[in-house]
C-alpha cells in the first residue's frame, strides 16, 4: 500500500489543510513538551512568525527515563487545543499508547509515533484505525524496509496519510545524538509514495547542528523539517540543548528559503 511500484506518484498528505508532500516544504515547529500554557503559547507564536505552519508539542512525552518529566497527558493536550484556537496552527503530538489513540486523536490534527513505538504494531494499527494522519518517525535502530512496513501496519487499517519522518538512527558516533541518515530521504522517496520529512533537532541533539541538517534535508529533497523550538530553552523540561530561540528560528527560516532549488 505504500509502496511507489504501484503508486508512481508522490502523495500530498494534507493536515488541518496544510499540505506536505512534493513542490511544498513545510515547517512543522514547536515545543518539545507542552510544559504550560503561556510556553506553549509562545513557542507557537515565535514558529508561526518564522513561517511555520504546523504546530508540534509532546502531551505524551516518551522519555528513556522514568524519572524524566512524563508530559502532561489529557492537560498538555488541552493546552495545544487552546493554542490551536489562538493561533490556526494545525496541532501535531506524540500518542504513546494504543489506548490512548482515540483521546490524542480527539484532540490533534495529526498523531506522531515516535521513534520509540515505531514497530509497536498495535500502536500502529490504532492509529490507522482513527481518521488522523500520522506522522510516522523511523525506529532509532530501524532499516528503511522496517520503517516501511510499519507504515504499511497502519496502511493496511485503511489511513493512507502517512509522513515519514527520519530522525536520525543509532550508530558508533556519539558525537551528535543520532546520526541522520541523510540518505534515508531519497531512498524513502524512490521506494515509497509518501512524503517524507526530516527531525533535525531529535538527530543532532544539539541546536548548533539544527541550521546545517535542515539545509542537507532541504538540498536531499525533503518534504517538510519539524524542529525544538523553546521560549526559555535554559529551564526546558526536555531536550532544552536542542531547542531554537525565536532569532534562530526565523534565520533558519530565511537560510531556508535562500537554499537554491533541488535539481
Ligand atoms: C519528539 O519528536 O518529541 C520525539 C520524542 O522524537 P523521537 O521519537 O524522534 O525521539
Known amino acids: ?49 518564522a513561517g511555520a505552519s504546523l504546530l508540534r508539542g509532546g502531551a505524551f512525552k516518551p522519555r528513556t527515563s522514568p524519572y524524566a518529566f512524563q508530559g502532561l497527558g489529557e492537560d ?13 496552527m494545525p496541532v501535531v503530538t506524540e500518542v504513546v499508547d494504543a489506548h ?14 515516535g521513534t520509540r513505538n515505531a514497530q509497536n504494531f498495535a500502536l500502529l494499527q490504532a492509529a490507522g484505525e482513527v481518521g488522523r494522519p500520522v506522522l510516522l518517525k523511523r525506529g532509532m535502530s530501524g532499516t528503511i ?9 497502519i496502511a493496511q487499517r485503511g489511513n493512507l496519510d502517512i509522513v515519514l519522518c527520519e530522525r536520525g538512527i543509532r550508530t558508533f558516533e556519539k558525537a551528535t545524538r543520532n546520526t541522520l541518515d541523510i540518505s534515508a530521504v531519497p531512498v524513502a522517496q524512490r521506494l ?31 518534504d517538510g ?28 527560516a530565511r537560510l531556508a528559503r535562500e537554499l537554491p532549488p533541488v535539481f
Request: aromatic share 2%; proline share 8%; hydrophobic share 45%.
Open 1 to 49: 500500500l505504500v509502496s511507489r511500484e504501484n503508486h508512481p506518484d508522490r502523495s500530498v498528505v494534507r493536515v488541518g489543510g496544510v499540505p506536505i508532500g512534493p513542490d511544498t516544504m513545510t515547517l512543522i515547529a514547536g515545543p518539545c513538551a507542552v510544559e504550560t500554557p503561556e510556553q506553549t503559547l509562545q513557542a507557537a507564536q515565535m514558529a508561526q512568525a
Open 76 to 88: 498538555g493536550l488541552k493546552i495545544l487545543a487552546e493554542v490551536r484556537a489562538e493561533t490556526g
Open 100 to 113: 490512548d489513540v482515540e483521546l490524542v486523536a480527539s484532540y490533534a490534527d495529526m498523531l506522531q509515533i
Open 145 to 153: 524496509e522496517e520503517w516501511l512496513m510499519a507504515a504499511e501496519y
Open 192 to 222: 515509497s509514495h509518501l512524503p517524507v520529512i526530516v527531525d533535525p533537532s531529535h538527530s543532532g541533539g544539539h541546536r548548533d547542528l539544527v541550521l546545517p541538517l535542515t539545509r542537507a534535508a532541504i538540498a536531499v529533497g525533503a
Open 225 to 252: 523539517v519539524i524542529i525544538d523550538v523553546h521560549p526559555h530553552p535554559e529551564t526546558a523540561l526536555c531536550d532544552g540543548p536542542q531547542a531554537l530561540v525565536d532569532g534562530d528560528l526565523r534565520e533558519l
